[in-house]
């Protein structure tokens, strides 16, 4: 039996349709969480110390009634956004000072709104503004929580918290990120194992296949000194 050549155009009928749903399914899976960074095993790294977080929201705080014997480090916001659209936490510089003063080990994490690459890079240059060359013991952190990133595609996530923390990077200061272990899930292992992870996870041991330098286990923590619940960390630096 001889065979009819198909034609171009019901190959086209056929065929691009196909493609179509093809490339869109692949576009679908790259956007997808990366849950391969996870892992149902329990933690076994030994925690090194112990300290807090903190910013405007604690308020003035009696850093002379800080317990340095069982608290070792604190990471002090420095503020929001960028020059534009954010602000210098108003404690920032006070609490910096006193917690130096009380010998304690400090680093520095900035709040984002950034919903681009650019405006992340912003925010970073305005971090470097706000430091002006302080010396820190530990790193600056990204903090990627904010509900507005909720509606980005994993890509755009990656972009965001890369084009911030490259930023960072390219001065002389050491960098984290700071996300639940959702946040976390939708960012690539190349970029998580670049960077010290900050994970927050309240009641129950995180969900992380790499190595955790921080660990906020309670945003309700009492700590003479301080007038208002306060975040509370493990340290496994």
């Known amino acids: 039996m001889r065979h009819r050549r198909l034609s171009n155009k019901f190959l086209t009928v056929v065929f ?15 956007d997808q969480p ?7 095993q329990r933690m076994t790294q030994t925690p090194t110390g112990l300290g807090f977080d903190v910013s405007e929201h604690q308020q003035t705080i009696n850093w002379q009634e800080i317990d340095t014997n069982t608290y070792s480090f604190v990471v002090i916001r420095s503020g929001y956004g960028d020059t534009l659209t954010g602000a210098i936490d108003q404690y920032f510089y006070e609490n910096i000072k ?10 520095v994490y900035h709040y984002s709104y950034a919903m681009s ?17 302080i010396d820190l013991d530990l790193p600056v952190y990204f903090d990627f929580e904010d ?6 595609s994993s890509n755009e996530m990656n972009k965001i918290a890369k084009a911030f923390l490259t930023t960072i990077e390219n001065s002389h200061y050491s960098t984290g990120l700071y996300a639940n272990s959702d946040r976390l899930s939708y960012l690539s292992s190349d970029l998580l194992d670049q960077h010290d992870i900050w994970i927050a996870s309240y009641g129950q041991e995180p969900l992380y296949y790499g190595t955790i ?5 309670t945003n309700q ?7 208002t619940d306060v975040d509370i960390n493990y340290s496994y630096y």
């Open 147 to 152: 509900s507005c990133h909720d509606i980005l």
């Open 98 to 107: 006193q917690a130096k003063k009380r010998g304690l080990k400090v680093g």
């Open 34 to 40: 990366s849950h391969q960074a996870f892992s149902q």
């Open 117 to 133: 690459a650019q405006e992340a890079k912003q925010e970073a240059e305005f971090v470097l503004s706000i430091l002006e060359g």
């Open 221 to 227: 923590g009492k700590i003479s000194g301080i007038s």
């Open 16 to 30: 691009f349709p196909i493609i179509i749903l093809l490339l869109m399914f692949a576009n679908f899976l790259i």
């Open 213 to 217: 330098k921080l660990w906020q286990y």
